[in-house]
């Protein structure tokens, strides 16, 4: 288990629209807290938001913050 308070964030960008995805990947996005497109977040950077991002990647921009 990580150390609390490691301090690596990640910015996550929706650039494609969910729209024509599957609805456990709307599910996804929404969890992640994207509503709008090119709408970003900073998220920690941890095995379950990555998990989350994995399963999406093709509708999302990830990169450091």
């Known amino acids: 288990m990580a150390a609390k308070g490691t301090g690596k964030k990640i910015k996550i960008t929706l650039v494609r629209s969910p729209i024509g995805a599957t609805e456990r990947h ?3 996005v929404k969890a992640l807290g994207l509503r709008k497109m ?5 998220a ?22």
């Open 26 to 28: 709307k599910r996804t």
């Open 38 to 42: 090119h709408q970003s977040v900073v």
């Open 44 to 65: 920690e950077d941890n095995a379950t938001v990555r998990g989350m991002v994995n399963s999406v990647t093709h509708l999302l921009k990830v990169e450091e913050a």
